[in-house]
DNA sequence: TATATTTGTGGCAAAATGACACATAATGGC
DNA sequence: GCCATTATGTGTCATTTTGCCACAAATATA
């Protein structure tokens, strides 16, 4: 092999479709969600491609930012999906033909989509999910009752499940799923929801203090049911 | 934007070139070695591109088995480098110069390269670097001591020894550096060398076996200088 | 006022860790 | 052969971390 058919060589897949999909997740009723929209009668995935303009960084907080109006997400790249037959050709033509529009089978979707998988961690309370460019439907869905999703969509969230559960106990990073202000109880039942399994109070607490990244608030929870819980707040390190 | 914009969008990076980089790392008289192979007198990671018949994951497998002929490695996706201007087109352009070929500026090399960078851990005395496709001169370098290199290519080192410093210690993967069967103290070396850090020698060879994936082999290591340790080997679960 | 529930916090046994000691090879100098 | 030196295997023990429980404080409800 030499240059020239470096150049030529046609069985080479250079040029694929690159596209951005977002797990945005979020807590809510002591359940972890996952913002869905509609396409085509069937639920997917919020994303997006890239300008040429732009990262891939900047391209998946832009797909996230329409989608929901944040602005300083927690915003991660996890996985590519990337297999031989991944496309979605086939549901494409049937929208297009309900479209009328023409269809014709050298059309770019016909290829191979390569997707960059990421998940996002948000406080839904702060979500906007109006801003969607295409006026499609959307809904919070508890990630363990999803509907039927296009392609490959529901195994892209299992494994965004898989990775949070491993990187939570390596970084300080789901108080990005509360308010700005939180307690450890609530904290607490976060983790025992990602995790899967319940965890000891005392422990958890003295454990998340031993951090030093959280600071507790001079005021406490005024909604409370029974004995008011403190706040807390993450400590910017800036 | 509708549909039809949708299909048409002309700013939309839908077709960028996707590339595999693979940073193969070994261990050799104390040192973590990463492979690197010559590109028009610039040192470069190995790389290549996937098959249109092919997954990613199979693309990668493919590229280390045609550098180093194995065919059972340890390989991770590990980050995705696709920034705006990451390109090689102007590298290509001395290149093609320099051979006399033709070079027009709207050939796909003059695009952005993604490129999926993985890491491979490989016992170096079972590498054959002989099985290069493209007639490049290769040689093992320490990863603390790199030559300039092409592009990102030293970033993508860099992002490797970060990534396998956060990986070792959650999965049982460094092993792969070592011949199959080796001994504790080489196992502690390799560790330490990873993590820039000493280990409590007693300390590491309890937690070592407290995994029970490795199993020590009856007889002891016959060419060590003084008392000769046990050997182990890597158990296989299935 | 009594009871139940939730939260904050302290104590203590068990387990894991870090630091060190000591015995066991193996080598090399005398 | 004897001894100092070095690397390896393993035991001990103080310290730290963890798991578990207890109890006090706060608050709603009967």
Chains 1, 2 share one sequence.
């Not at 391209?59 to 927690?74: K, S, W």
């Not at 990337?82 to 009328?100: I, P, Q, Y």
């Not at 609530?186 to 005392?202: A, D, F, M, W, Y």
Request: contains cysteine.
């Amino acid at each position: 092999m030499d240059a020239t058919d470096f150049l030529e060589n046609g069985h080479l897949l250079f040029l694929p479709n690159i596209s951005i999909d977002i797990v945005i997740l979020g807590f809510q009723d002591g359940d972890l969600k996952v913002l869905l929209q509609e396409f085509d009668e069937q639920w997917c995935l919020p994303g997006g491609y890239i300008f040429k303009e732009e990262s891939l960084a900047d391209a998946a907080h832009r797909v996230l930012y329409d989608r929901t109006g944040i602005e300083q997400p927690f915003l991660k790249l996890f996985q590519v999906f990337g297999d031989k037959d991944r496309s979605f050709a086939l549901e494409f033509k049937k929208l297009l033909e309900k479209s009328r529009l023409h269809w014709h089978p050298d059309l770019w979707v016909n290829q191979r989509f390569v997707t960059m998988a990421h998940y996002a961690l948000v406080n839904i309370s702060e979500v906007e999910p109006t801003r969607g460019v295409l006026d499609l439907s959307h809904n919070w869905f508890s990630v363990d009752k999803l509907p039927t999703m296009l392609m490959d969509h529901g195994d892209i969230v299992a494994a965004s499940k898989h990775q949070l559960r491993r990187d939570i106990t390596l970084e300080h990073i789901s108080f990005n799923l509360l308010p700005e202000e939180f307690t450890m109880p609530e904290l607490q039942r976060l983790h025992e929801t990602i995790l899967g399994r319940k965890l000891e109070r005392s422990r958890f607490q003295k454990k998340m203090l031993s951090f030093d990244v959280f600071e507790r608030l001079p005021q406490l929870k005024e909604d409370a049911p029974r004995r008011k819980p403190y706040l807390y707040r993450f400590k910017e390190s800036d």
